[in-house]
């Protein structure tokens, strides 16, 4: 199950003892808004596309304000400098991600999953 899987690297996450898994949050004073993980897999065939960028999501108010892209921003960047310059991300979304560097790469079946789902890879120079 993701949510189970989810708090399990968030929590191995806080032990700081490896670049993956590592979680984000973006924040408005103490609420928080946003955020996005990067795991070694989420949920899909391709094992050998690894780490993955996962549960993107910003509050349905703080839509449209640029908090995304720049959740997407500093992920590349911190992973960049941990010595991860590839990273890979499944969606469903057919334009949003191009807008901040990432290009479609293939299909794959998510686990369980009846139809085939985007692969996106974004690599940092």
């Known amino acids: 199950m993701p949510l189970e899987a989810y708090t399990e690297s968030i929590k191995e996450c806080l032990c700081q003892k490896t670049a993956v898994p590592q979680w984000y949050l973006a924040l408005e004073g103490h609420t928080?808004?946003?955020?996005?993980g990067v795991i070694e897999n989420d949920f899909h065939n391709r094992r050998d596309l690894a780490p993955n960028v996962c549960a993107v999501y910003v509050e349905e108010?703080?839509?449209c304000r640029g908090?995304?892209?720049e959740l997407l921003h500093t992920v590349c960047t911190d992973m960049k400098e941990q010595g991860v310059?590839?990273?890979?991300l499944v969606t469903d979304h057919t334009s949003f991600y191009e807008?901040?560097?990432w290009e479609f790469f293939c299909m794959v079946q998510g686990d369980g999953e009846p139809t085939l789902s985007r692969m996106y890879?974004?690599?940092?120079?």
Do not use: Q
Not at 85 to 88: E, F, M, N, S, W
């Open 61 to 63: 108010n703080y839509r």
């Open 85 to 88: 310059d590839t990273l890979y």
């Open 32 to 36: 928080v808004v946003g955020g996005l």
């Open 67 to 69: 908090i995304a892209g």
């Open 121 to 125: 890879v974004h690599r940092e120079a």
């Open 99 to 101: 807008r901040y560097g």
